[in-house]
């Protein structure tokens, strides 16, 4: 039989007992705190990446937003430019059909001598540019006799000009439409070579070549354009041209008194825009 423990030794193993039960608790507190730390660290990791993730999420939709933005807004600027352009082309075909129509309104027969002098001119630069032995010319109906008037005396010219005796035939059974406004087509005997000397046709070539003029006088000098290349001519083997960087700075090769009067007026917007 065990014999009882005295006092001192019940106090010692108490005190035993005691400290192994706090080293026990201190070990298990450490082991949460390292688990707790370790949990913590894991939701910051997996926070911080959802985080980057998000912010990654976030500027793609922001800049799909500033994309769609500016295409919308590019959009909507092009298609005002298109209308601005498309009413622009609109006056200016509604300027070449009021030209058109004011050569078609003149009256040749009022106008007789200033008239056959034309069809004179037309007829003999149209065998200057064929150089042919015997074409054929086309007038409207209404100028048939007034044409042929002028053929003999285009042909006597065009032998003095160029050593070449021509022989001219009137054609009979096809005529000018009346839409041509008058002139003349000339073409070899075979009709494969033809020089087109209508009077509309004439027209379209001086409206084309003055294109950039007319666009001016109607809507003035565009701001988006650093460089300007201003055409006219009365003649398309003559054609004047005013090519610069800036009003200041050009060097046309030959000047007329409208384009003088053009460029002073452009010297004098870039003036107004400095002050």
Do not use: W
């Not at 009413?87 to 200016?92: A, F």
């Not at 009021?98 to 050569?103: G, I």
């Not at 010219?157 to 406004?181: H, R």
């Not at 809507?219 to 003649?235: E, I, T, V």
């Amino acid at each position: 039989m065990d014999t009882p423990l005295s006092d001192e030794e019940c106090q010692i193993r108490i005190s035993e007992l005691i400290v192994r039960i706090e080293n026990a608790a201190e070990e298990m507190v450490n082991e949460i705190d390292k688990e707790a730390e370790f949990e913590a660290d894991k939701f910051l990791e997996e926070t911080q990446r959802k985080m980057e993730l998000y912010d990654v999420y976030l500027e793609r939709k922001q800049s799909k937003y500033a994309t769609d933005y500016n295409l919308f807004r590019s959009r909507l600027q092009n298609s005002k430019r298109v209308e601005q352009l498309v009413e622009r082309d609109k006056l200016l075909l509604n300027v070449v059909l009021a030209v058109h129509n004011r050569l078609g309104n003149v009256d040749h027969k009022a106008h007789r001598k200033a008239y056959r002098r034309i069809l004179y001119s037309l007829v003999l630069q149209g065998l200057c540019k064929l150089v042919e032995t015997e074409v054929k010319v086309r007038f409207r109906k209404s100028d048939l006799r007034i044409g042929m008037s002028v053929l003999k005396q285009a042909a006597e010219q065009f032998e003095k000009m160029s050593g070449i005796s021509v022989n001219i035939l009137a054609d009979t059974e096809k005529y000018l439409p009346l839409e041509s406004c008058g002139g003349v087509d000339i073409f070899n005997i075979r009709e494969t070579v033809y020089v087109r000397n209508a009077l509309s046709v004439r027209l379209d070539r001086v409206l084309f070549l003055s294109n950039p003029l007319i666009r001016y006088l109607l809507f003035g000098l565009s701001k988006h354009r650093k460089y300007y290349d201003l055409s006219f001519s009365a003649d398309e083997n003559n054609i004047y041209l005013l090519s610069y960087k800036s009003a200041r700075e050009r060097r046309p090769r030959k000047e007329t008194k409208i384009q003088r009067t053009l460029a002073q007026s452009i010297i004098e917007q870039e003036r107004l825009e400095d002050e």
